[in-house]
């Protein structure tokens, strides 16, 4: 379903793509451990903080935590009153990867990534990149599917998620298109439907009672499965997220990511990922003898709801 390119200007003509250099075994039971059981980064995290930073690099730190993730300062810095279209932002996504790529001599693999990209940069050609604009269907898909892909592309990505201060500059203008495209296509694909997803960790003591707290936010995009059997196979922690966001009266939903099995080329992984700035309740926490693994609960939260609080209360 995937595999195939769009005919600049037909949507309706489509040719395959080679995919040789990147096949893999897609029938494994068992779920990718880079992807599903590295640790997930909270807000409330610590990390260390390098003294010699210079201020530069410092402010952009702060404005990453302020606005939650590298992509959105990218978006402020290169997007935001540029007149670029869609098609000007893949372009740079697709020259960013080959430039990432090649620095970790990952040149082929990168151009062949750039080059999925390119075959439907012509979808964005007409839309300009205001604050609502949507993405096509031709271009998220195609995004979301590389995320999938065992690549250099989503562990890089997901590096940096993790370890913040490891981003630069140079990666915001790398990275961001990408990343961007990534988190405003989940929000227009949001999964709707409520069930429960894992996502199996190996904690210390310390980094289990961060996900402790009344409020945990996910500052990084977070791949987690609806099967539960395969997300116990790692780590002393199995996080249990209850997709059903809680409501006030008058709410309206807000929905934290959505499943992308059907995208994924490895459909056998049943992923449902996470966006990034995504805010869950902890509910309990459970030790399971018999399993020898923590359990901890946590349910979907609007986020704009806690925020409002929060603003609120610090204000008073």
Same mark, same amino acid.
């Given at each position: 379903?995937? %595999?195939? %390119?769009?005919?600049?200007?037909?949507?309706?003509?489509? /040719?395959?793509?080679?995919?040789?250099?990147? #096949? !893999?075994?897609?029938?494994?039971?068992?779920?990718?451990?880079? !992807?599903?059981?590295?640790?997930?980064?909270?807000?409330?995290?610590?990390?260390?903080? #390098?003294?010699? !930073?210079?201020?530069?690099?410092?402010?952009?730190?702060?404005?990453?935590?302020?606005?939650?993730?590298?992509?959105?300062?990218?978006?402020?810095?290169?997007?935001? +009153? %540029?007149?670029?279209? @869609?098609?000007?932002?893949?372009?740079? *996504?697709?020259?960013?990867?080959?430039?990432?790529?090649?620095?970790? +001599?990952?040149?082929?693999?990168? /151009?062949? @990534?750039? *080059?999925?990209?390119?075959?439907?940069?012509?979808?964005?050609? +007409?839309?300009?990149?205001?604050?609502?604009?949507?993405?096509?269907?031709?271009?998220?898909?195609?995004?979301?599917?590389? &995320?999938?892909?065992?690549?250099?592309?989503?562990?890089?990505? +997901?590096?940096?998620?993790?370890?913040?201060? $490891?981003?630069?500059?140079?990666?915001?203008?790398?990275?961001?298109?990408?990343?961007?495209?990534?988190?405003? &296509?989940?929000?227009?694909?949001?999964?709707?439907?409520?069930?429960?997803?894992? /996502?199996?960790?190996?904690?210390?003591?310390? %980094?289990?009672?961060?996900?402790?707290?009344?409020?945990?936010?996910?500052?990084?995009?977070?791949?987690? $499965?609806?099967?539960?059997?395969?997300?116990?196979?790692?780590?002393?922690?199995?996080?249990?997220?209850?997709?059903?966001?809680?409501?006030?009266?008058?709410?309206?939903?807000?929905?934290?990511? $959505?499943?992308?099995?059907?995208?994924?080329?490895?459909?056998?992984?049943?992923?449902?990922?996470?966006?990034?700035?995504?805010?869950?309740?902890?509910?309990?926490?459970?030790?399971? $003898?018999?399993?020898?693994?923590?359990?901890? &609960?946590?349910?979907?939260?609007?986020?704009?709801?806690? @925020?409002?609080?929060?603003?609120?209360?610090?204000?008073?």
């Amino acid at each position: 379903k995937h %595999q195939v %390119q769009y005919k600049k200007g037909d949507s309706h003509k489509q /040719r395959s793509i080679k995919r040789v250099q990147l #096949d !893999r075994d897609r029938s494994s039971l068992h779920l990718r451990e880079e !992807r599903f059981s590295l640790p997930v980064p909270l807000a409330t995290s610590t990390q260390a903080i #390098d003294d010699n !930073r210079d201020v530069e690099m410092e402010i952009l730190h702060v404005r990453i935590g302020r606005l939650g993730h590298f992509a959105a300062v990218y978006a402020e810095d290169h997007i935001n +009153n %540029q007149g670029k279209s @869609l098609a000007d932002v893949v372009q740079e *996504a697709a020259n960013g990867i080959i430039k990432e790529g090649s620095a970790l +001599n990952k040149e082929k693999e990168a /151009r062949w @990534l750039a *080059a999925q990209l390119l075959a439907v940069k012509h979808f964005g050609l +007409n839309i300009a990149t205001d604050h609502m604009f949507r993405i096509p269907a031709e271009i998220g898909d195609t995004v979301v599917h590389m &995320y999938t892909l065992e690549t250099f592309l989503y562990k890089l990505v +997901n590096s940096h998620g993790r370890h913040q201060f $490891s981003v630069t500059n140079e990666t915001v203008k790398t990275l961001g298109p990408f990343c961007l495209i990534l988190q405003r &296509y989940l929000f227009q694909i949001e999964t709707k439907n409520f069930f429960t997803v894992y /996502r199996g960790l190996s904690l210390t003591d310390e %980094q289990r009672q961060l996900f402790m707290t009344k409020i945990v936010e996910f500052t990084a995009f977070t791949s987690t $499965s609806k099967n539960r059997v395969k997300a116990e196979q790692f780590g002393d922690t199995l996080l249990v997220i209850d997709l059903e966001p809680e409501l006030s009266d008058g709410d309206t939903a807000e929905y934290c990511g $959505s499943d992308i099995a059907h995208l994924s080329d490895f459909l056998n992984e049943e992923e449902f990922l996470i966006r990034t700035g995504t805010f869950f309740k902890f509910i309990k926490h459970e030790y399971n $003898s018999k399993m020898k693994k923590h359990l901890i &609960y946590l349910k979907s939260i609007n986020g704009s709801n806690f @925020l409002a609080a929060d603003f609120m209360s610090r204000m008073s």
